[in-house]
């Protein structure tokens, strides 16, 4: 049989003549064994009418959360279900974006984001997205699923907001919520230690072409005795949508209201050992619209709108003897294009997107400074199905910031060339700049030897400008370009639902921005200094079912050339379950080795954390309530009660003991 490689160049100019090709329908393959590979004809589908598909030679390096796979993890946020992934350790803090998401020994910053995040196709600032993701309620989601490296160049921009680098993200973390296939309703109430009551409640069903899904969920917990944790609050959410051959179109919203404290650090050494602070409340709101129009069978187009909005009332107390509050708001708007065409062998997608960011009241360390910002950008992107075992693909990606203003500091806890605190008033503002276009270049392969063997090989290129033309170095030259090359390769071997995979990477990074401030509190001046990183490693996992019995194992490794302190060389975890007719059982253990922190510490110096196991455990008896099917459930996470911390001061609450009760009617 002939193959035909069309180049991404001619695949443009070929796109015209799409609607006088012979249509060649690609029919759905439904996979329900996500132990078995995904064959040919089952990726080439997916890359046809999944807007939010990750490329074929991605396939060894992304991971999916399934809802089961949710449903016995019991997190009590999204937070926890990405701990749960590969070379992933959530950094948590009492502190306003209490959470930080590293990946591969990336960056520990405050805000620092390895990911970008899209929920129901809305792409969310990192700001927007923490906020949302700590209530996001998991009940609600379909699947999680983490797009790593040079797979995410069509999803959405590479660059974030408010860093003096360019800060290419790693990856996605595409986040889709339920979608009711039948009209079908649910409850599940729960009871957790710290007297922590959850309800959630969802009712959805079909009526021909439309479909209709409501929720709610609440939360209300006095928190640990000390440690400044008590919550309440509820959120909803709504999905309606309509599916037709030719034509979808989807509308969703998301809605929260909590009163919520903040955990304080709980050591002496920490800066914050005395803030006790609270939300009172914090909102957050999301309304995305989506729209796929089928042309043919070869050719589609996805828009999506969004718009989001925080808005909070922030009591900074730390005495008890007075009230001082702050109140902010942001808006985060979106619009993602993607066009999608078959070619031949060739699988073509076309896109741009847009975000703007606007927290007129500023938030975090800038308080009561605006910060404004939009990054524009478009990406193409081929796949050529060369044969029945070799896949390869090519993506081209540009984005351009534009700053209306931005307080000309990047981090809360600058290194000063004087003694005393950075004073805002004093430190200059970017105002109506454009920063230098972000350029995103990858390549990638899938070849699979046989039905059990498949290799992968990923190379990505990031070229990044100094956020603004203003800033200088310490001798007052110029920034030298920030430039990130990436290397990948993986095997995969499955043999009768037994999967096992290796992955190698290799990521070189020169000029890093690091920024400080000279002169004095008066009249500082930031600069910059730059440096260089090597970070490699190596990932491994096995995951497979015997009978009753079914087990996932994961290792990471890594090691950089700077920083290496900052970064937990090894993780490991491993997930068990067993099912004797009724009863589930599951256990999950987590491995992290040490590392040091130093964040908002008083002697400034760096302090040991990390190196610990935590283990979680579940069992759940299905059964009938009055025909209906049901679930009992009792759970433990962290049982053997560690007070392990991620960042200096604070520790873990320790062991969290649980019930549940769910019914579906």
Do not use: C
């Amino acid at each position: 049989m002939k193959y035909t490689h069309t180049s991404l160049i001619t695949a443009l100019l070929l796109s015209s003549t799409l609607y006088a090709a012979q249509e060649i329908k690609i029919e759905q393959i439904e996979v329900t064994d996500t132990l078995t590979s995904k064959t040919i004809d089952e990726i080439k589908y997916e890359q046809l009418n999944d807007p939010q598909a990750p490329t074929a030679s991605s396939t060894l390096s992304t991971e999916t959360f399934t809802k089961g796979d949710i449903e016995k993890i019991k997190p009590k946020n999204v937070y926890e279900i990405l701990n749960s992934a590969q070379s992933v350790n959530i950094l948590y803090m009492g502190r306003k974006h209490p959470y930080t998401i590293t990946f591969r020994g990336s960056s520990t910053g405050v805000g620092a984001s390895s990911f970008g995040i899209i929920l129901d196709g809305a792409l969310l600032s990192d700001n927007t997205a923490m906020r949302i993701l700590e209530v996001l309620p998991p009940e609600i989601i379909e699947s999680l699923q983490i797009v790593r490296d040079s797979s995410a160049l069509s999803l959405a921009p590479m660059q974030a907001f408010g860093n003096p680098n360019g800060s290419p993200l790693q990856g996605y973390i595409v986040i889709k919520t339920k979608k009711p296939l039948k009209n079908e309703g649910g409850l599940k109430i729960a009871y957790e230690t710290f007297n922590t009551k959850k309800t959630n409640f969802f009712y959805g069903g079909r009526s021909d072409d439309i479909y209709y899904m409501g929720s709610v969920d609440a939360v209300d917990s006095q928190g640990k005795d000390g440690y400044n944790t008590a919550k309440e609050g509820a959120s909803g959410f709504f999905k309606v949508g309509m599916d037709k051959d030719d034509f979808n179109i989807e509308l969703s919203g998301f809605y929260s209201r909590y009163f919520q404290e903040i955990q304080k650090a709980n050591l002496p050494i920490s800066r914050f050992y005395s803030a006790y602070w609270k939300y009172q409340p914090f909102e957050n709101g999301l309304v995305s619209l989506s729209m796929t129009k089928n042309w043919s069978s070869n050719q589609n187009t996805n828009i999506t709108l969004s718009h989001a909005k925080s808005n909070w009332t922030h009591n900074q107390d730390t005495t008890g003897a007075t009230y001082t509050y702050f109140v902010g708001s942001q808006t985060n708007d979106s619009v993602n294009i993607k066009h999608t065409m078959k070619l031949d062998d060739t699988i073509l997608k076309v896109g741009g997107q847009a975000i703007w960011y606007d927290a007129p009241n500023g938030e975090l360390f800038y308080e009561g400074y605006e910060r404004k910002e939009q990054i524009y950008g478009a990406f193409i992107q081929a796949q050529h199905f060369i044969s029945d075992k070799l896949i390869i693909d090519e993506a081209i990606r540009i984005d351009k910031k534009h700053i209306d203003s931005l307080l000309e500091r990047y981090s809360p806890n600058v290194d000063l060339s004087y003694a005393g605190n950075l004073n805002n008033t004093k430190v200059s503002t970017i105002n109506d700049k454009w920063a230098k276009a972000t350029l995103n270049l990858a390549l990638g392969a899938l070849y699979k030897l046989d039905d059990k063997n498949s290799l992968t090989g990923k190379f990505a290129y990031a070229s990044n400008s100094a956020t603004s033309d203003i800033t200088t170095s310490a001798s007052g030259t110029g920034l030298e370009k920030e430039k990130q090359y990436r290397y990948e390769v993986g095997y995969e071997y499955n043999l009768n639902g037994t999967i096992a995979k290796a992955n190698v990477f290799y990521y070189d990074i020169s000029n890093l921005k690091s920024p400080y401030y000279i002169g004095t509190a008066a009249n500082p001046q930031i600069v910059f200094s730059q440096y260089d990183q090597e970070r490699y490693g190596s990932e491994l996992s096995l995951e497979g079912k015997i009978d009753a019995f079914d087990y996932l194992l994961n290792y990471s490794y890594v090691k950089a050339d700077n920083k290496n302190n900052e970064i937990p060389n090894s993780t490991a975890s491993v997930k068990l379950g067993y099912t004797y007719k009724n009863i589930n059982t599951n256990m999950t253990t987590k491995y992290v080795d040490g590392y040091e922190s130093n964040f908002f510490t008083t002697d400034n110096k760096y302090h040991k954390v990390g190196d610990f196991v935590v283990i979680d455990m579940g069992v759940d008896y299905k059964h009938k309530l009055n025909g209906y099917d049901a679930v009992a459930s009792i759970y433990g996470k962290n049982i053997t009660d560690k007070r392990y911390m991620t960042k200096i001061g604070w520790e873990d609450v320790g062991a969290i003991f649980g019930i549940s009760y769910s019914i579906k009617f």
